[in-house]
């Protein structure tokens, strides 16, 4: 009965053991594998023509004066990355922003979400039901210097590695997470004209 009993003790040991391994490994690998599904794509055309797209919807949203896309006008952005939902149909974004003015404390992330029709066309959602994150300069310790796209993807990166958009399972992007943003797709379309409706008024 002692030996039973000691064989028990030792498998709960070493079953503790590896779900503390596999929530260490977890932690500290997420940002990668989520690096990796993201720029593995980089190159692909479909990649290439979504980014190429944002450019012309985000000039369009600034000549029809869009309030909320003002900013692009004057701030530098870059597109960090899109992932993917399984048909490609539907996707996560994530634009990068650095504020021009040097005497502004915040540069940000936004999170949008897009689709792509059966003709092909693509559409962004830049509305409410994404979040965008803002990152503070003074964090920097450098007199309220810029961030860099680099150090912008990074924390931006971590932030959507702790939200569950992989899946743990196979390491790969989650489907659901992607799908979840689009579930609610009345919301999301008032969401999208009142967005397109706020305009910024003639001076």
């Known amino acids: 009965m002692i030996r039973h009993h000691m064989k028990i003790k030792k498998l709960v040991y ?43 919807t985000l000039s369009n949203w600034i000549s029809a004066k869009v309030r909320l896309a003002q900013p692009y006008k004057k701030n530098k952005w870059l597109l960090d990355g899109i992932v993917f939902n399984e048909d490609k149909k539907r996707f996560i974004g994530c634009l990068l922003s650095i504020d021009s003015d040097a005497s502004v404390r915040l540069d ?18 830049f509305s409410g039901i994404f979040p965008t994150v803002y990152f503070d300069r003074d964090v920097l310790k450098t007199n309220g210097k810029q961030y860099s796209f680099d150090q912008l993807s990074k924390l931006a990166r971590r932030e959507l590695s702790r939200g569950g958009i ?11 997470y992607v799908n979840g943003w689009f579930e609610n797709e009345a919301e999301l379309k008032k969401r999208y004209r009142e967005f397109l409706n706020d305009k910024e008024e003639d001076l």
């Open 108 to 125: 940000m992330a936004q999170v949008f979400g897009g689709e792509i029709d059966k003709k092909q066309n693509i559409t962004f959602y």
């Open 14 to 56: 070493y079953f503790g053991f590896v779900i503390l391994l596999w929530f260490f490994i977890l932690f500290f690998t997420r940002e990668t594998i989520l690096d990796y599904q993201i720029d593995r794509i980089k190159n692909e055309a479909i990649y290439l023509r979504i980014d190429s797209a944002l450019n012309d």
């Open 166 to 176: 992989l899946n743990y399972c196979n390491w790969k992007v989650n489907n659901d």
